[in-house]
């Protein structure tokens, strides 16, 4: 039974894991990276700074997808982020799930 278990838990971080590199992949796909490092600040603030400011925030999501769709400047400072209209809704969701889950 407990090998069980342990071959069902595996199996399920292997999923999960595989989830969230389809959903980084989507970041890459949409040039999220070409700013944002997943540890890293580039031009915009590490994705992992990003979920840890947000980490308990239920409006979160929300209001990250709204910032990714329009764009905005202030939060990390005085360089602007461009908005991301051509991002498909689909996508971003997915996208901002991962930053909120690192």
Do not use: R
Not at 59 to 70: E, S
């Amino acid at each position: 039974m407990k090998a069980v278990l342990m071959t069902a838990a595996a199996a399920l971080v292997l999923g999960m894991s595989g989830v969230a590199a389809a959903n980084q992949g989507l970041a890459q796909k949409n040039a999220c990276m070409s700013c944002h490092g997943v540890d890293k600040k580039i031009v915009g603030p590490a994705f992992k700074e990003i979920s840890a400011k947000y980490k308990g925030d239920k409006t979160a999501h929300d209001k990250l997808v709204a910032k990714v769709k329009t764009g905005g400047k202030g939060v990390w400072g005085q360089i602007p982020m461009p908005p991301n209209p051509q991002v498909k809704d689909d996508e971003l969701n997915k996208i901002v799930e991962w930053i909120l889950t690192l």
